[in-house]
Structures are given as C-alpha cells and as structure tokens.
C-alpha cells in the first residue's frame, strides 16, 4: 500500500469537475516528503507557505507559554492570499482550466 490510497478525493473536482483552491495540497506534501521539492511548488504553490503555517500551529499547542494568536492569524490570511494567487496564476495566466 503507498500512502496515495489514503488521500481523500476532492468534492468540488469529483462532483462540479472544478478544482478549488486547495487541491493539489495532500500530493504536493507528500512530494514535499519525498524531497522532491520544484514538483510540489509546481504542482500546489502554497505547499511550503502551508507547512509553514501547520509547524506554527504545531509550536503553539507544544508552547502554552506564548500567545500565537496574532501570529497565526497573520499566516493564514497570508497563505489564502498566497493560494488564491496561485490558483489565478494557474488557471488563468497558463490556460490550465
């Protein structure tokens, strides 16, 4: 078994045939962890800002000493920001639609 069985099919591409804005996120982590690094950005371009925001999250349930509030809610509307400019760039500017 690879872990490609375990991923979970997106509704919007399997019932409207659209994809949203996160797909392309659980293959493009996992090609992140298979060190194939220029795949994952071209494949999902807020995989690495997405990490990122997930070791934030992590680091604030490990560290009860600090508030993340702030922080973390600066990274996730920075990382939306960042995947709906990635989802234009992708399906507007190159025709991938």
């Given at each position: 078994m690879k872990?490609?069985?375990?991923?979970?099919?997106?509704?919007?591409?399997?019932?409207?045939g659209?994809?949203?804005?996160?797909?392309?996120?659980?293959?493009?982590?996992?090609?992140?962890?298979?060190?194939?690094?220029?795949?994952?950005?071209?494949?999902?371009?807020?995989?690495?800002?997405?990490?990122?925001?997930?070791?934030?999250?992590?680091?604030?349930?490990?560290?009860?000493?600090?508030?993340?509030?702030?922080?973390?809610?600066?990274?996730?509307?920075?990382?939306?920001?960042?995947?709906?400019?990635?989802?234009?760039?992708?399906?507007?500017?190159?025709?991938?639609?």
């Amino acid at each position: 078994m690879k872990i490609e069985d375990f991923m979970l099919t997106c509704p919007s591409k399997k019932f409207l045939g659209i994809e949203c804005f996160g797909c392309g996120a659980q293959r493009a982590i996992v090609m992140v962890l298979e060190g194939r690094f220029s795949e994952a950005f071209h494949l999902f371009p807020a995989v690495y800002t997405l990490l990122i925001f997930f070791g934030m999250v992590g680091v604030s349930f490990i560290d009860k000493k600090r508030k993340y509030g702030n922080a973390l809610l600066l990274a996730a509307v920075f990382n939306v920001i960042f995947m709906i400019i990635s989802y234009y760039y992708k399906y507007f500017h190159l025709g991938s639609y």
